[in-house]
T-cell receptor, first 114, second 111 residues
Framework: DAGVIQSPRHEVTEMGQEVTLRCKPI?????LFWYRQTMMRGLELLIY????????DSGMPEDRFSAKMPNASFSTLKIQPSEPRDSAVYFC????????????FGPGTRLTVT | EDKVVQSPLSLVVHEGDTVTLNCSYE??????LLWYKQEKKAPTFLFML????IEKKSGRLSSILDKKELFSILNITATQTGDSAVYLC???????????FGTGTRLLVSP
C-alpha cells in the first residue's frame, strides 16, 4: 500500500507565482482532506471532499486558494497568486469511512514563498 | 467557534519518566476525539475516543475521555527517546468529518 502520495515534497517560489500542490489518496478511500500547518496556527483544515464533491471549504483562507478533485484518485490545491504568508506545510489526508477517524496523512508539501 | 486547547505546549522529560498530556475542547455536537503523533513528517493516528471513562491503551500509551468536563488526557509511561514528537489532539464535530486540531504538545525525551 503506497499510502497518500503528495507532490512536490518541497516547493520554493516567488511571491505572485501560481503554485499547484497535488495529492493521490489511498485507493478506495472516499474522503480527502487538505490541511495547512504552521507554527503559529497549528494544523488547520482547508477543505474536504467526499466522493469527489467538496463538502466544506470554510477553511480556505482567501479566493487565492482553490481546490479540485476531478476523480477519486487525484486532487489539487492551487494558490494564485502566492504570498509569503502562504508559506507552510500542506498536508493531504484520506479516509475510508464516513467519519473523520483514522485519516491517513500524506508526507506533506513544504511551501516557501519568497 | 469550535476550539481545542492542548497543554503543556512543550515538555522535556528524562527517559523512563511518565508524562500526561492534556486536551480540552469546546465543540458543537461532539462526535469523537482523536490523538495523533507527529514526528518529522505527517501525523499518525494513535487513538479515537467517543465514550467517557473508557480507557484506550496501546503499549505504553493510554488515553481517556471525560465528556462532562470536556477534556482528554494522553499518558505515556516509561518514556523512551522514540516518544519524542508533537502530540496532536483533534475533535470531530457532528458536522460530518471535520476535525479541529489543537496546536499540539511538543515532547522531548532526553536519554
Amino acid at each position: 500500500d503506497a499510502g497518500v502520495i503528495q507532490s512536490p515534497r518541497h516547493e520554493v517560489t516567488e511571491m505572485g507565482q501560481e503554485v499547484t500542490l497535488r495529492c493521490k489518496p489511498i485507493s478506495g478511500h472516499n474522503s480527502l482532506f487538505w490541511y495547512r500547518q504552521t507554527m503559529m496556527r497549528g494544523l488547520e483544515l482547508l477543505i474536504y471532499f467526499n466522493n469527489n464533491v467538496p463538502i466544506d471549504d470554510s477553511g480556505m483562507p482567501e479566493d487565492r486558494f482553490s481546490a479540485k478533485m476531478p476523480n477519486a484518485s487525484f486532487s489539487t490545491l492551487k494558490i494564485q497568486p502566492s504570498e509569503p504568508r502562504d508559506s507552510a506545510v500542506y498536508f493531504c489526508a484520506s479516509s475510508p469511512a464516513d467519519t473523520a477517524y483514522e485519516q491517513y496523512f500524506g508526507p506533506g508539501t513544504r511551501l516557501t514563498v519568497t | 467557534e469550535d476550539k481545542v486547547v492542548q497543554s503543556p505546549l512543550s515538555l522535556v522529560v528524562h527517559e523512563g519518566d511518565t508524562v500526561t498530556l492534556n486536551c480540552s475542547y469546546e465543540v458543537t455536537n461532539f462526535r469523537s476525539l482523536l490523538w495523533y503523533k507527529q514526528e518529522k513528517k505527517a501525523p499518525t493516528f494513535l487513538f479515537m475516543l467517543t465514550s467517557s471513562g473508557i480507557e484506550k491503551k496501546s503499549g505504553r500509551l493510554s488515553s481517556i475521555l471525560d465528556k462532562k468536563e470536556l477534556f482528554s488526557i494522553l499518558n505515556i509511561t516509561a518514556t523512551q527517546t522514540g516518544d519524542s514528537a508533537v502530540y496532536l489532539c483533534a475533535v470531530e464535530a457532528m458536522s460530518f468529518q471535520k476535525l479541529v486540531f489543537g496546536t499540539g504538545t511538543r515532547l522531548l525525551v532526553s536519554p
